[in-house]
């Protein structure tokens, strides 16, 4: 017997995280036997996460969809009928021109996010064929809105040090971030540079496993970040600790905001954080003191309807201890910014009608059940995103969801809590059966993925089904026709010829290197090194009339949650719901091996409230609040401070006995700026199950923000 030769093929880890791996598939007659590390790149070396090793059991799961299907029972009973897939882009073709033809193409909606990364399977397919047809457009604000827009209007991009140059940094704060589960491969580069004498500061309300291994963890209520950043400023400033000489030629509006400063006394913000006033300015003290300091946080700090606010006011701390523009130093919040798709070659929108109307992803429920009236939305297409898993306040998405008159397709790998309801389900590729080129946002490489198999079944790529839907609908612009390789090279000769860091990056070294770096960016490199801000200024912008205009004051402040500040019940706890270690947002949640290691939907309740509320560790508790309630198993942690609880997001709802997951008591609002998501700023109840109907009474008056 003859073995046939293994080949290996070079990919990129698709998913919704900063390290953006580069990868390798080993594959033997046509299957995937290996998925493995690129030991070679400069952030990968050469290990996966504990969620993409498995990656395999994605790809080959059982349950992967492998033919369209139409519902045949009503919505959300999960009887289906397979077709062909010439019948199902006729039908979703003659469906949709249907609506055009009577409530016009806004009336089509289409939905997607994180399912990829890619430039052709995420970007690119979420603009074209929707921009010839006129839909709706949807303002993707669920996840880094108002920290983007905050750090475009201080900084004027969103540039950050390279991952490898945190060994310069005397001293590195870890600001409302895990980035042991969320961005695992920066946590080597921080242990060796703590290992030289780095000192690590975490401040988040729950011990975390980043905060585990820091030196210090510092735990203020929730949403007080602004005011804990303000105060600490409070005493920069008194203590002439401030850098004056950088301030003065690269910041715009310091003394104004000096000024604003003196109303966040140690005492004053000791009584909103919860942190003691020693405390407070002992840190103060320590950052502006310990050169360079770098500031890293990503979205968990801005995820509160405060969080426009408190991301300026994190800024702010590094521009007026003069961190900025130094080799160790500064703020680490994505590296998203260096290149930026040349948006005319991405979408064609020059060639097509204005778009008619934007509707906020985070409000999916409210427009599906009225917000959105004229017209109406008649029909949802969703590929690359699970919001009846991910999006918050779940039972209004449900409630749209299963409207008779709105026509919804889910192109997804999986039968998703989503898909469930809806009337046509295309199956889709993973990574490993697909082209794609992508960028990391923690990291300065671009990473080419070959198709590695055939696809499996009759999956296809989110570009192919763009390329069917449009030749459907009669569309024939050549930009809706092209091959993967075709739109990478347009998008990338058009960016290239404004952007210098892609100088002599070509289709054909991706294809043949995989991982090309970003020109002139290499270890020792500094992010505005050269003291020029791409801001309207050129400055630093701490007081920003760009933010009076999006309806903020010109100055960070420092203003509670509105939903916490209409607090009605002190037996509510805060509940934050932030990153699950094995799980990639919903992606990955349905792998047995990760689920197991993930253990059964929980929520992590300090032993004093567990206590008061007769709560016992592992048992079954429900959680609610007015959008909704779920059931979870409590973890009686002091991990968590009083007043606060945790639900991490992922676990899907069709998995739960009471099919639902947390998401069923996020809140919908919006946060300060950039129409943001506010997954944290939500309060709850919390009763063990046997009680769970009985009305209480009054608690001991827990911990909350704002008091
Ligand atoms: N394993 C894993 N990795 C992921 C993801 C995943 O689902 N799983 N998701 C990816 C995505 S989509 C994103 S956007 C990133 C998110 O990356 P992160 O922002 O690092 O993740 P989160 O867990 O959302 O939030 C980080 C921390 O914010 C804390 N936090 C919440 N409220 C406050 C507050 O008011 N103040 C302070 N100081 N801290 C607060 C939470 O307790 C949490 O520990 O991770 C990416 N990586
Ligand atoms: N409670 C709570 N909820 C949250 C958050 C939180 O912190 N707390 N964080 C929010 C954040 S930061 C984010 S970014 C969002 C993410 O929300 P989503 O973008 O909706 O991400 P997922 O839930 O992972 O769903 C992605 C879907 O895309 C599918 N997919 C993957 N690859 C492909 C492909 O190539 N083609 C197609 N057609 N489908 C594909 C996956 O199988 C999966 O079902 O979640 C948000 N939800
Ligand atoms: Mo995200």
């Not at 290990?47 to 033919?67: E, G, I, M, N, S």
């Not at 950052?287 to 006011?313: E, I």
């Not at 947390?662 to 063990?688: E, I, K, M, R, Y």
């Amino acid at each position: 017997m003859t073995t046939s030769p293994t080949i290996h093929i070079r990919g990129a880890c698709p998913h919704d995280c900063p390290d953006t791996c580069a990868t390798w598939v080993d594959v033997r007659d046509g299957v995937a036997v290996g998925f493995r590390a690129d030991d070679a790149h400069p952030i990968t070396q050469g290990w996966l996460c504990a969620k993409v090793r498995p990656y395999l059991d994605r790809v080959y799961h059982p349950d992967r969809l492998q033919h369209p299907l139409r519902r045949v029972g009503p919505k959300g009973a999960g009887r289906w009928e397979r077709i062909g897939w010439d019948e199902a882009l006729a039908e979703i073709a003659t469906r949709w021109q249907q609506i055009i033809d009577t409530d016009g193409p806004a009336a089509i909606l289409p939905y997607s996010y994180s399912g990829t990364l890619g430039l052709v399977q995420n970007v690119v397919t979420a603009a074209r064929l929707f921009n010839r047809i006129g839909a709706s457009g949807l303002e993707r604000s669920i996840c880094d809105a108002a920290a983007s827009a905050a750090i475009a209007a201080t900084l004027g991009a969103k540039w950050a040090p390279l991952a490898q140059d945190v060994e310069h940094a005397n001293l590195v704060i870890i600001w409302g971030h895990n980035p042991a589960s969320t961005n695992p491969h920066f946590m080597p580069f921080l242990r060796r540079a703590q290992r030289a004498g780095t000192k690590v500061i975490v401040i988040d309300p729950r011990r975390t496993t980043t905060a585990r291994s820091a030196d210090l963890l510092l735990q203020p209520k929730p949403a007080t970040d602004g005011a804990l950043a303000l105060g600490m400023m409070n005493i920069i400033f008194a203590e002439g600790l401030h850098d004056e000489a950088w301030l003065e030629t690269h910041a715009l509006g310091w003394r104004e905001l000096r000024e604003r400063t003196t109303e966040y006394s140690p005492e004053r913000v000791a009584g909103i954080t919860g942190l003691a006033e020693e405390v407070i300015v002992a840190l103060a003290r320590e950052y502006a003191t310990t050169k360079p300091a770098l500031l890293k946080f990503s979205d968990g700090v801005q995820r509160h309807g405060n969080g426009g606010q408190t991301v300026r006011a994190l800024l702010s701390l590094a521009a007026i201890t003069g961190n900025i523009g130094m080799l160790g130093g500064g703020i680490f919040y994505s590296t998203s910014g260096y290149v930026v798709w040349d948006s005319e070659a991405v979408g064609h929108a020059s060639e097509c009608p204005p778009v008619p109307r934007i509707i906020n992803m985070n409000r999916l429920g409210a427009a599906l059940t009225g917000e959105a009236s004229d017209p109406p939305i008649r029909a949802l297409y969703v590929f690359n995103g699970n919001p009846a898993a991910s999006t918050p306040n779940s039972s209004k998405i449900i409630e749209g969801l299963q409207r008779e008159d709105l026509f919804v397709v889910v192109h997804d790998l999986f039968m998703t809590d989503t898909a469930d309801y809806a009337d046509i389900v295309l199956p889709a590729t993973s990574q490993l059966e697909q082209v794609d080129l992508h960028k990391g946002y923690g990291h300065h490489f671009l990473q080419y993925n070959h198709q590695a198999i055939e696809p499996l079944g009759e999956a296809r790529s989110n570009w192919d089904v763009m390329r069917a839907l449009a030749e459907a609908l009669g569309y024939e612009d050549t930009w809706l026709r092209q091959s993967v390789e075709e739109v990478i090279d347009e998008v990338l000769f058009a960016t290239r010829e404004h952007n210098p860091l892609l100088t002599g990056v070509t289709l054909e070294r991706l294809q043949s290197e995989g991982t090309i770096p970003y020109a002139s960016i290499e270890p020792g490199w500094v992010p505005f090194g050269d003291g020029v801000f791409p801001t309207p200024s050129g400055k630093v912008e701490l007081a920003s009339d760009a933010m009076v205009m999006a309806g903020l004051d010109r100055l960070p402040e420092y203003l509670p949650p509105a939903e916490f500040a209409g607090r009605i019940d002190d037996d509510q706890l805060v509940l934050l719901s932030g990153a699950a270690h094995h799980y990639v947002s919903s992606s990955l949640a349905n792998l047995a091996v990760l689920m197991r290691k993930e253990g059964e939907p929980y929520l992590e309740i300090n032993p004093a409230d567990a206590a008061a509320r007769g709560v016992a560790d592992g048992g079954p508790v429900l959680v609610s609040n007015d959008r909704g309630s779920v059931r979870l198993r409590a973890i009686v942690t002091d991990d968590v401070p009083l007043g606060v609880v945790v639900s991490p997001k992922g676990p899907w709802a069709r998995n739960a006995a009471d099919g639902r997951n947390v998401n069923w008591l996020t809140s919908d609002a919006l946060a300060d700026l950039g129409g943001q998501s506010t997954f944290h700023s939500n309060l709850v109840t919390v009763h063990p199950v046997e009680t769970a109907e009985a009305t209480t009474g009054r608690r001991e008056l827990a911990a909350m923000p704002g008091d």
